[in-house]
Each structure stands twice: as C-alpha cells, then as structure tokens.
C-alpha cells in the first residue's frame, strides 16, 4: 500500500519561503506522476504543481515563476519549493501520487503552511 507523508510546512511571513517535502513509501516511486495541491479555508482543493515520471512539470497560474516542483527518484521524495510567499498561499497543502495505467491514486494527509506577518 502506498504511503504519502508530507513535511515542511509551518507559519511564514510574507515574502518569506518554505519547502515542502514528500515520502514515498510501498511502490515503485518513479512509476508514479506526483503532484501538489492545497485547499484554502472555504475553498474547494485545487491543483499546485504536477511532475510526471518524465519531469515534465504543470503549474497553477497563480505559483507560476513562485514555486518549483521537483522529485528525487533516488530519495522516493517529491519536493515544491515556494518562494514569494503570500496570504493567499495559505491553505494544507496535500502530495498526490498518480499511476495512469492502474488509475492508482494516493494522497498524503497534508500539512499546513500559513502566511501572516
């Protein structure tokens, strides 16, 4: 069974920086496109950032030129670095892993980044 367990996330100011990492853990990492997304208070989950097992990366216009999503198929991680933080970041951010072949998909429990000053 596949384990997502997400980290990094925490209060920041704005303008301010996190990064975010994901483990992979109970298949084979560089099978699956990974992804981020969040879900604001009120507000429906919406997509972030994808990379497939190419590393061909998507982004959500409003992170475009701010955060990058990258993966370490040796690390099992999947990372998005977030930078230019603002208050509309704020939302629990949650990692995906999808295999189309199966249409497997799994989901971490998420973790929290808030932007205040």
């Known amino acids: 069974q596949v384990q997502l367990v997400e980290s990094g996330g925490g209060l920041v100011q704005p303008g301010g920086s996190l990064r975010l990492s994901c483990g992979f853990s109970?298949?084979?990492?560089?099978?699956?496109?990974m992804g981020w997304y969040r879900r604001a208070p009120g507000k429906q989950r919406e997509l972030v950032a994808t990379i497939t097992r190419g590393g061909s990366t998507n982004y959500a216009d409003s992170v475009k030129g701010r955060f990058t999503i990258s993966r370490d198929n040796a690390k099992n991680t999947v990372y998005l670095q977030m930078n230019s933080l603002n208050p509309e970041d704020t939302a629990v951010y949650y990692c995906?892993?999808?295999?189309?072949?199966?249409?497997?998909?799994?989901w971490g429990q998420g973790t929290q980044v808030t932007v205040s000053s």
């Open positions: 995906n892993a999808d295999r189309k072949f199966d249409t497997s998909s799994y």
């Open positions: 109970g298949s084979i990492f560089s099978s699956y496109d």
